[in-house]
């Protein structure tokens, strides 16, 4: 995984830093430059990626949460550090949440926010959390990440939803 993410973050650094020097102060971008040059199986990688995670909304969308979740969780394992990750953990959580998993879906939502603290997926996740508490009949947990959410998310989406959550709960 090391190694993957290594790659993945010096396949960005030519777009970053220009590889224009001359002499001993171009060296070492030049050598890294030579280094990052992609390879076909970089291009057959990327095939598989993003045929895996397609695969996983598909299952998701038809309602196939057991087999979607599987999938899901071979994608985060495979490749941790794609771009579509944060998206792949919030569809494994709410299909596990739908399969009525709360103690994966628990688990899923920390995860993601150890890892993703900032994104609005997060909030959404936390959203679960939250619904689940009030399952339990922890009304006061619920209370506590609806609050969480809004001040810590305050996209239109996620705020709104924190929101009508609080306001349906009576306390």
């Known amino acids: 995984e090391y190694l993957e993410f290594r790659q993945d973050v010096a396949s960005l650094m030519p777009e970053i830093l220009p590889v224009n020097g001359k002499g ?41 949460y057991a087999e979607a979740n599987r999938t899901f969780k ?8 794609s771009v579509h990750t944060p998206e792949a953990y919030f569809l494994w959580l709410d299909g596990s949440f739908k399969l009525g998993d709360y103690r994966e879906c628990t688990e899923l939502s920390h995860q993601m926010v150890e890892l993703f603290p900032g994104t609005e997926l997060t909030g959404f996740a936390l959203l679960r959390l939250g619904r689940i508490y009030e399952i339990q009949g922890r ?10 959410v809004l001040r810590s998310y305050p996209q239109k989406g996620v705020a709104d939803q924190a929101k009508l959550s609080l306001k349906g709960l009576d306390l």
């Open 24 to 64: 001993l102060e171009g060296y070492p971008l030049r050598t890294l430059a030579a280094v990052l040059a992609p390879t076909e199986n970089d291009a057959v990688k990327q095939v598989v990626l993003k045929t895996m995670f397609e695969r996983g909304q598909k299952l998701f969308r038809e309602k196939k």
């Open 139 to 148: 009304a006061e947990d619920a209370v506590d990440i609806y609050k969480t």
């Open 74 to 81: 071979q994608f985060v394992d495979r490749y941790s550090y």
